[in-house]
């Protein structure tokens, strides 16, 4: 099970529904993973604080005006405002709580998160959910189609002798960002490889600041090992549940080519 797997069963897993499988898969996600595990912690004390405040007493505009200033998301209404006029900022105040929880802990993938984002992309490439763009099996031939469809720089795909055969490439975007991927594997072991302008990377703080640190970088997300590195003008990162050190050999021989361009 995946984050966003595991995030979209909050609900069943905070009321304790559902099967206990279903538990037993959320539990095993959340031992492995702590940014899971802080998300779960936050959605349970949001939840007990909302909970607090409604015990509180009936569902009146004074309540709402309680929760919210409390929650820091309403200043305090004088108290001789007319009754309509509170009860209007009561229900617009409700509908911002929603819309605050909403963006605030959505299940969906962080557009800023590029190690989750690369998983997912390689995920539904690995299993077929979405169709390689271009198949070939030369690395020039490879290099020659993506060189066409974006506008910074690719280098041919690591050499095969480092293990990785590549099979097709494609490209797409990445939190909004232009990215192009090698499709292949390393010793059968599906592998992608996602390139962006080096650039790209101020959108992905965290990445940012990890790669800054120790280049290459390397990480975990969900089932996959990950390597972050900076190539030249490239931000390169290697997805696939292959051997971390594996998946570093491969991204050590990107752009190992004479460049010919």
């Not at 509180?56 to 820091?72: E, F, I, K, M």
């Not at 097709?168 to 292949?184: N, P």
């Amino acid at each position: 099970m995946n984050c966003n797997e595991t995030r979209q069963h909050w609900d069943l897993y905070h009321d304790s529904e559902g099967d206990p499988a279903l538990h037993f898969q959320i539990n095993e996600h959340l031992a492995v993973c702590p940014d899971c595990a802080q998300w779960f912690a936050q959605q349970s004390r949001l939840e007990h604080l909302l909970t607090e405040k409604l015990k509180a007493g009936p569902w009146t505009p004074d309540l709402w005006d309680r929760v919210l200033t409390s929650a820091g998301l309403k200043r305090p209404v004088p108290s001789r405002r007319l009754f309509l006029l509170a009860s209007v900022a009561a229900c617009a105040a409700a509908a911002v709580v929603l819309l605050f929880w909403g963006k605030l802990f959505s299940p969906g993938v962080p557009a800023q998160d590029l190690a989750r984002l690369s998983a997912d992309w390689h995920e539904r490439l690995s299993q077929g959910e979405e169709p390689v763009q271009f198949h070939s099996e030369s690395d020039l031939a490879v290099e020659a189609y993506l060189r066409k469809r974006v506008s910074f720089p690719v280098r041919c795909p690591p050499r095969k002798d480092a293990g990785f055969a590549v099979s097709g490439a494609g490209t797409g975007e990445l939190g909004g960002q232009s990215a192009a991927y090698l499709a292949g594997a390393i010793d059968s072991t599906p592998v992608s490889i996602f390139i962006l302008h080096k650039d790209s990377l101020d959108k992905f703080p965290d990445q940012l600041r990890a790669v800054r640190r120790k280049n290459p970088h390397h990480c975990r997300e969900g089932d996959y090992q990950m390597v972050l590195r900076l190539i030249d003008r490239n931000a390169v990162v290697a997805v696939g549940r292959a051997p971390a050190d594996s998946l570093e050999k491969v991204l050590n021989a990107y752009a190992s080519y004479p460049d010919h361009h």
